[in-house]
């Protein structure tokens, strides 16, 4: 595609329930990265896929967050059990990595979660 | 946490005044990116810097890398209401990954 493109653009749900978030990155792209941004904020790193390698879950708040990559391409950001204080912007971003222009980040344009 | 500080947090100035972020690491670090986001919006890749001591000029934006590769700045020259917006340094740790970590952000307001 032409972007990087997120499903859906607004979520709102209940306290308690799961959800799940899409990224679809940008064909060729290896890099995946996942960010949470609340209202007025920077941008809180969540996970971050790598190619092949295992990736990088430093940034998940709790055990109730997870996210797979799928054939090395979509990707998908699940929370369980949702809180209140997970609302937010969620913003997924891929980039090619590797030469002199790598990691460059393109943003989809993110997924509103507001949980009720 | 993993963020690196920019400061300031938030600097409004009228148009036409020049403005200055800072991005500050403990860490030597192997590259940098800065990033805009608009209100409302995404951010979006302005600029890379790799060597030390390096500066680039993009319009009325200037971006330095400092020479021990740990801090750098973006200077905005007469800044215009377009330049709204929050900016963003993106350092490059070297640990294996090559992970990208956004920095605090300086909220910019121009006002008219």
């Known amino acids: 595609g032409a972007g990087v493109s997120q499903s859906p653009s607004n979520k709102v749900t209940e306290k308690g329930k799961d959800v799940e978030l899409r990224c679809d990155p940008i064909?060729?792209?290896?890099?995946l990265y996942w960010y949470r941004q609340s209202l007025g904020q920077g941008l809180e790193f969540l996970i971050y896929?790598?190619?092949?390698?295992?990736?990088?879950k430093s940034g998940l708040p709790s055990d109730r967050f997870s996210a797979e990559r799928t054939g090395g391409s979509v990707s998908t950001l699940t929370i369980q059990r949702t809180q209140q204080e997970d609302s937010a912007v969620y913003l997924c971003?891929?980039?090619?990595?590797?030469?002199?222009?790598?990691?460059?980040?393109?943003f989809g344009p993110g997924t509103r979660l507001t949980v009720t | 946490g993993q963020q690196v500080m920019q400061i300031p947090q938030y600097q409004h100035v009228q148009e036409g005044e020049d403005f200055t972020t800072y991005c500050n690491s403990s860490t030597t670090l192997s590259n940098i990116q800065w990033y805009k986001q608009r209100p409302g919006g995404h951010p979006v890749f302005l600029i890379q810097?790799?060597?030390?001591?390096e500066v680039k000029k993009q319009k009325r934006l200037t971006f330095q890398f400092g020479e021990a590769k740990k801090n750098s700045s973006l200077h905005i020259t007469a800044t215009q209401t377009t330049d709204v917006g929050t900016y963003f340094c993106?350092?490059?740790?070297?640990?294996?990954?090559?992970?990208?970590?956004f920095g605090t952000g300086t909220r910019l307001l121009v006002s008219p």
């Open positions: 064909s060729g792209h290896t890099a």
């Open positions: 971003a891929s980039s090619f990595v590797g030469g002199a222009s790598s990691y460059e980040q393109y």
């Open positions: 896929f790598q190619g092949n390698s295992a990736p990088d």
């Open positions: 810097l790799v060597k030390s001591g």
């Open positions: 993106a350092p490059v740790r070297n640990t294996g990954f090559q992970k990208l970590v």
